[in-house]
């Protein structure tokens, strides 16, 4: 069992910057998936970005790929979401997640994910 606790979110003007932390506890961090989710008023939660850490490979959605950068400090059990460039459509409660087997072709897929943190607010304003 895994908990995630996010912190970090807040209220930017467009153009800004944020970086939303994700702190784990539990079982060894290093061994899962990380994501990030993000979810808006009215509408489903979706991906943002997924990274598996024991290849390297991260993937990003469109809509935030090259502004959003995901990463992580070991000794901290802290995954990051660096989010630069910000827009009034990145407003939403973004959500950590972490999965015990991503599979390549499903990381965007929420059910991939077993864990998940309560979610912190990111309001930006135009």
């Known amino acids: 069992q895994v908990q995630l606790v996010e912190s970090g979110g807040g209220l930017v003007q467009v153009g800004g910057s944020l970086r939303l932390s994700c702190v784990a506890s539990g079982r060894t961090f290093s061994s899962y998936a990380m994501g990030w989710f993000r979810q808006a008023p009215g509408t489903e939660r979706e991906f943002v970005v997924a990274?598996?850490?024991?290849?390297?490979?991260?993937y990003y959605a469109d809509s935030v790929k090259g502004r959003f950068t995901i990463s992580r400090d070991n000794a901290k059990n802290t995954v990051y979401l660096q989010m630069n460039s910000l827009k009034p459509e990145d407003t939403a409660v973004y959500y950590c997640a972490a999965s015990d087997d991503l599979h390549d072709g499903n990381y965007y897929r929420s059910s991939e994910y077993d864990y998940w943190g309560q979610g912190t607010q990111v309001t930006v304003s135009s």
């Open positions: 990274k598996r850490w024991d290849i390297g490979i991260s």
